[in-house]
């Protein structure tokens, strides 16, 4: 099986700041990388696709990158909306799997 | 609108059965491979199982393989999660969830509100 490891865990920022977190593959996954926001008690909101590619209604300041086994998500200016876990989640092989989280707290 | 709708969660014990249902609304259902994620309180989330559209091929999370089936009724738009032997670890919220595109087996955009299942005596 494929495992997922992002970093940081955790991470504290303030709103205006730019942060990246990034999600490691065991194994190549090739471009078949996702990455959700999820808040508390709410459903998970799919952020990017393909790596790379900004889903539909996604504002423009949450970019991903990589490709292979080493992928990036940044924020480019933290608004108040974006503090939440992010998840890196592979679909290049099943049984697809998420990364452990990343919780983005307000410094 | 696309909508999906779990339902069939609930208190069941240890070593018990549960079959959970996702009905599916918005969209061609037969056209996407659909999935199961689940989530345990205050946990990350955890992805369980998936179907091809014409439920030919699944797939299955190492810890459910050989206790759930996953299945689907496309003249019902309906996707359900056969659940047996269940154990403690198996205590989440369940979310179905569509494939990115029609006939791309990529998780997706769409997902239920989820339904929860705990499995206690």
């Known amino acids: 099986d494929i495992q997922m490891t992002q970093s940081p865990s955790s991470l504290s920022a303030s709103v205006g700041d730019r942060v990246s977190i990034t999600c490691r593959a065991s194994?190549?996954?090739?471009?078949?990388l996702n990455w959700y926001q999820q808040k508390p008690g709410k459903v998970p909101n799919l952020l990017i696709y393909a790596a790379s590619s900004l889903q539909s209604g996604v504002p423009s300041r949450f970019s991903g990158s990589g490709s292979g086994t080493d992928f990036t998500l940044t924020i480019g200016s933290l608004q108040p909306e974006d503090f939440a876990t992010y998840y890196c989640q592979q679909s290049y092989s099943p049984p697809y799997t998420f990364g452990q989280g990343t919780k983005l707290e307000i410094k | 609108e696309v909508q999906l709708v779990e339902s069939g969660g609930g208190l069941v014990q240890p070593g018990g059965s549960l079959r959970l249902s996702c009905t599916a609304s918005g969209f061609t259902f037969s056209s996407y491979w659909m999935h199961w994620v689940r989530q345990a309180p205050g946990k990350g989330l955890v992805w369980v199982s998936r179907?091809?559209?014409?439920?030919?091929?699944?797939s299955y999370a190492d810890s459910v393989k050989g206790r759930f089936t996953i299945s689907r009724d496309n003249a019902k738009n309906t996707l359900y999660l056969q659940m047996n032997s269940l154990r403690a670890e198996d205590t989440a919220v369940y979310y179905c969830?569509?494939?990115?595109?029609?006939?791309?087996?990529?998780?997706?955009?769409?997902w239920g509100q989820g339904t929860l299942v705990t499995v206690s005596s």
């Open positions: 194994q190549t996954i090739t471009s078949y």
């Open positions: 969830a569509r494939g990115l595109y029609s006939g791309d087996s990529t998780l997706g955009d769409y």
């Open positions: 179907i091809n559209r014409d439920g030919s091929s699944t």
